[in-house]
C-alpha cells in the first residue's frame, strides 16, 4: 500500500512507550518519511537507568542517520577490564578495548547510560518535527479491516480514538499493548534484588575503566561514566525478606565488596533498586500490531545487550514498515519481522539466564569459580586473539544474523544471506562500505567487476551499484570477488550470489515486490 491510501486523520503507525526502543523506530520511521505518533503515559522520560553499554550494532544503526558521533562524544570509551576477588585487584585485560578491531568503525565498548541516552533521542526526535505526548496512556486497541483503532487518555483525563495503519508495542514489560492482544509472556523472575547506585566516588576503581568484583557471596560491577570521579555501580542488595523493596536505600546495601575495593563514596546522586526477569513473548506480532523491546523480551543484564536488542528490534521493523507504508514493497515483508527477531531473544535469554545464575548462585561450586578461577582465568582469554573476536562479535551484536528467514536467499564466499555485511575500510580507515548505507535504501554490493548485465538491471530498476575494487582482506572478510550482494537497508544481506546473476537478483526483487525509489 502507498500513504496516499491512508484514511483522513489516519496515522500510519501509532508508537506506545517513548524509551530507546520506541525512540529510535520513530527516528527511522521519520527519516524514511513515515508520519508517527509516540505515546507515553509518564510524565517525563526517565532519570534513572540500569542499561549502560551502547553496543557496536547500535552505533552502527545509529551512523546510518548521522547519530553516532554525538552518542560517542556523550559516553565513555572502556578500555580496560579489571577483575577483583577477595579485596584484591587479581587481572586485567587492556586489550579489551581495540577486540572488534577491522571488524567495525567502531571496535570498542561504550559506556552512555540510558537516561541521557533517551534524552538525546528525544531532541533528536524532535528537531525532525517529532513530540513525544506525555501523559497520554493506551487504553484498548481493536483491528477493524485495514486499521487499528486505539483508546488513548489524554494528560487531562478525556479520553480520544486513534486510527492507525500499524500499531508498535514498546511499551515494557509490563506491555499494555501485549495484554490487549492477548499474548503469552513466558519465563520467571529470580530471586535476588539488585541495585543501582549513581555515585561520585574515589579510590583505584574509580578510573574510567570497567571493573567487575566476584566474590563467594556478593559481586558488584563498576561502570564509569563520562565525568572523572563518577561511576554506577551495580550489585546485590541483602536485605531482610520482610522489607519492601521500595524503602531500601543505599544504606541497606551490602558495602563488603565496596570496601574491599577501596570505593570512597562520597555522595549517592540516586539509588534504585529492580528485579531481574527471563521471558520472551510467545508472539512479536499479530495483525497489524508488533511487539518490541523490553514488551516482547526482557532478560538478565549480563552482556548489556537488553537495551541494544530492542534497538534492534526497532531498526528491523522500521524499514520493512517504511518499505509497506510507501509502496516500495510487498507487505509480505512484514512477516520476517517476527521470525527474524524472536529467534534471537530466544537464545539470548537462554544464554545470559546461564551466564546470570553462575554470577548470582549460592551454591558451593558457582561461589568457588567466581572467586577461585574466573578472576584469574578470564583475563588470560582476553589476550587470544581468536577469544577476543568471538567475545566481540557475540557482545556487540554484529554477529546477529537472519539466515533462516524467509527474506534470505543464497550463499556467495562464506557470507550467506541474512548476515551483516562485512566492514571493509581502505588502508587508511578513511574511507569504507558502510559510507553508502547512510541511504536507508537497498542497494547491491560487488566487491571487484560487476557485469554489463548486472549493471544494466540496477539502472532499470532504480537500484545504486557500489562497485568496490577488490583487495585481499575482502577474501579475509569472507567475501567473494565479483559476487552480487544485495543489501537490505539494515545493512543485512538479502540476496548473496556467487555468479552476481541479473536473473537472480531480478527474480528476488520481484518476489517481494521491491521498488527503492518508489
Not at 551490602?254 to 508472539?283: A, E, G, L, P
Not at 565479483?482 to 540476496?495: E, Q
Request: hydrophobic content about 40%; overall charge positive; charged content about 25%.
Amino acid at each position: 500500500m502507498g500513504m496516499s491510501a491512508l484514511n483522513h486523520g489516519e496515522i500510519p503507525v501509532l508508537i506506545v512507550g517513548a524509551g530507546p526502543t520506541g525512540l529510535v523506530l520513530a527516528l527511522w520511521l521519520t527519516r524514511l518519511g513515515v508520519p508517527v505518533r509516540i505515546i507515553d503515559k509518564v510524565s517525563e522520560s526517565g532519570t534513572t537507568s540500569r542499561a549502560l553499554a551502547v553496543q557496536v550494532r547500535t552505533l552502527e544503526f545509529y551512523r546510518q542517520i548521522g547519530l553516532a558521533e554525538e552518542v560517542i562524544e556523550g559516553g565513555r570509551r572502556v578500555d580496560t577490564i579489571s577483575f577483583w576477588s577477595g579485596g584484591r585487584q587479581r587481572g586485567r585485560s587492556a586489550a579489551f578495548g581495540d577486540m572488534g578491531k577491522g571488524l567495525t568503525p567502531f571496535p570498542y565498548v561504550l559506556i552512555f547510560p540510558q537516561d541521557e541516552h533517551e534524552k538525546l533521542l528525544i531532541r533528536r526526535l524532535a528537531s525532525l518535527g517529532v513530540d513525544v505526548e506525555r501523559q497520554t496512556e493506551l487504553l484498548g486497541l481493536q483491528q477493524v479491516d485495514k486499521h487499528i483503532l486505539a483508546r488513548l487518555k489524554r494528560p487531562d483525563g478525556s479520553e480520544e480514538s486513534c486510527q492507525a495503519v500499524y500499531v508498535a508495542g514498546c511499551d515494557g514489560a509490563r506491555s499494555k499493548v501485549r495484554e490487549e492482544l492477548g499474548i503469552g509472556f513466558p519465563g520467571g523472575t529470580y530471586e535476588h534484588l539488585f541495585y543501582v547506585a549513581d555515585v561520585d566516588a574515589g579510590g583505584a576503581a574509580i578510573n574510567g575503566q570497567l571493573h567487575v568484583a566476584l566474590d563467594t557471596a556478593d559481586f558488584l560491577i563498576v561502570f564509569p561514566l563520562k565525568d572523572d570521579g563518577r561511576a554506577r555501580l551495580v550489585g546485590a542488595v541483602r536485605r531482610e525478606p520482610e522489607q519492601a523493596d521500595e524503602k531500601l536505600s543505599w544504606d541497606d546495601v551490602s558495602k563488603d565488596v565496596v570496601n574491599w575495593m577501596r570505593i570512597d563514596v562520597k555522595r549517592v546522586n540516586w539509588f534504585s533498586t529492580y528485579h531481574v526477569h527471563h521471558r520472551v513473548s510467545q508472539q512479536f506480532r499479530k495483525g497489524r500490531s508488533f511487539l518490541l523491546g523490553d514488551a516482547a523480551h526482557i532478560h538478565s543484564p549480563v552482556g548489556g545487550q537488553g537495551m541494544n536488542t530492542g534497538i534492534g528490534d526497532a531498526v528491523n521493523l522500521a524499514w520493512k514498515l517504511a518499505a509497506v507504508l510507501n509502496g516500495c514493497a510487498s507487505e509480505a515483508i512484514l512477516d520476517s519481522y517476527e521470525p527474524e527477531r524472536i529467534d534471537f531473544a530466544r537464545r539470548l535469554v537462554a544464554t545470559t539466564d546461564r551466564a546470570f545464575s553462575l554470577v548470582t548462585s549460592r551454591g558451593r561450586i558457582a561461589r568457588q569459580i567466581r572467586r577461585n578461577i574466573a578472576p584469574f582465568v578470564i583475563p588470560s582469554f582476553f589476550e587470544i586473539g581468536s577469544f577476543r573476536r568471538l567475545m566481540f562479535r557475540t557482545v556487540s551484536q554484529t554477529v546477529i544474523h537472519y539466515r533462516q528467514s524467509p527474506m534470505s536467499t543464497g550463499k556467495a564466499g562464506e557470507i550467506r544471506s541474512g548476515d551483516r555485511l562485512p566492514w571493509i575500510a581502505n588502508a587508511f580507515g578513511t574511507e569504507d562500505n558502510f559510507k553508502f548505507l547512510t541511504t536507508l535504501q537497498w542497494q547491491v554490493h560487488v566487491y571487484g567487476e560487476p557485469s554489463p548485465e548486472l549493471s544494466t538491471v540496477c539502472r532499470s530498476r532504480d537500484l545504486a551499484l557500489h562497485a568496490i575494487p577488490w583487495r585481499a582482506e575482502m577474501e579475509r572478510a569472507g567475501l567473494k570477488r565479483n559476487a552480487l550482494y544485495l543489501v537490505r537497508p539494515d545493512g543485512h544481506i538479502g540476496l548473496a550470489d556467487p555468479i552476481g546473476n541479473p536473473a537472480n537478483l531480478r527474480a528476488y526483487l520481484d518476489r517481494w515486490n521491491i521498488k527503492p525509489s518508489a
